[in-house]
């Protein structure tokens, strides 16, 4: 019997093999049409719709009209469709731009900055659209051609600035990790909403009587000092101030790079830190 270990490489392989090669249609009778990035939005479209724990093989050929042993001719299983989708929604907004790069170090014609904020907002908008992605273990992703371009996208944005390779991996995983907390946060208080039935105003109102004596116990002066405005920022206010403080961060960290470093080095040596 094939063990789960097993399972698991087979999945890996088998999915790597569709995401850089793809699958044409079979010879024995494929429904007219029907191709792999079609199945593949239709998942997406279900999930982005009805969550992950919707989606199943047997769904997504009714989504697109199909009887469900179409699809395994043209990818094996649930394992690989996610896999598939995981890359199919990373694909940039603009793979264009991505074409106009400079070769490694080269700076880029826009800044740095301007690069990692439309970054930024760009997986914030990811997250959003898709929150499915939320309930996916991504700590190691396979990288499809989409996946990669958007890595390539990154880096290409830290060109010439004298950094080493860790250090803009560093700067990439900062940015996304501030990014993708701040989504989930919208993204569960959204869906509390949805599941519960209950309002923001409703579930603050159920909690006033018991908020209101703790508050007036004098145990709390610094939450009694706050005004009424205190929660009302929009969240998109939020998510600019939050990415600008972090941009700041890494343009102090680049500024302290560049003053320790030659100018001009094309590859900076891990020992030349800017702590």
């Not at 880029?108 to 760009?122: D, H, Q, S, T």
């Amino acid at each position: 019997m094939t063990s789960e270990t097993e399972q698991d490489r087979a999945a890996i392989t088998r999915s790597l093999e569709l995401l850089w090669r793809g699958r044409g249609p079979r010879t024995r009778g494929p429904k007219p049409g029907l191709s792999l990035e079609a199945i593949v939005s239709a998942a997406v479209t279900l999930a982005d719709r009805e969550g992950l724990n919707a989606l199943s093989m047997r769904k997504v050929a009714a989504e697109l009209g199909v009887g469900t042993m179409s699809l395994y001719r043209y990818v094996p299983g649930k394992a690989e469709l996610l896999n598939l989708m995981l890359d199919h929604v990373s694909a940039p907004d603009d793979p264009e731009a991505i074409k106009g790069l400079g070769a490694p170090g080269e700076p880029p014609a826009e800044g740095w900055r301007a690069r990692l904020e439309r970054i930024g907002l760009g997986t914030y908008r990811l997250y959003l659209d898709h929150p499915w992605l939320l309930q996916v273990n991504q700590a190691r992703p396979l990288l499809g051609p989409n996946a990669l371009l958007g890595f390539e996208y990154g880096l290409a944005s830290l060109n010439g600035l004298g950094l080493t390779g860790p250090e803009k991996v560093q700067i990439i995983v900062t940015l996304d990790a501030y990014v993708t907390g701040l989504a989930r946060h919208y993204v569960l208080l959204r869906q509390a909403g949805e599941e519960s039935g209950i309002s923001d105003e409703e579930f603050w109102e159920a909690q006033g009587p018991a908020i209101e004596g703790a508050l007036t116990s004098g145990d709390f002066p610094h939450v009694m000092s706050l005004g009424v405005d205190a929660f009302s920022t929009p969240a998109e206010e939020i998510l600019d101030f939050g990415l600008t403080r972090v941009l700041d961060g890494i343009a102090t960290f680049v500024a302290a790079c560049q003053a320790a470093r030659p100018q001009g080095a094309p590859d900076p040596g891990a020992a030349d830190t800017c702590d």
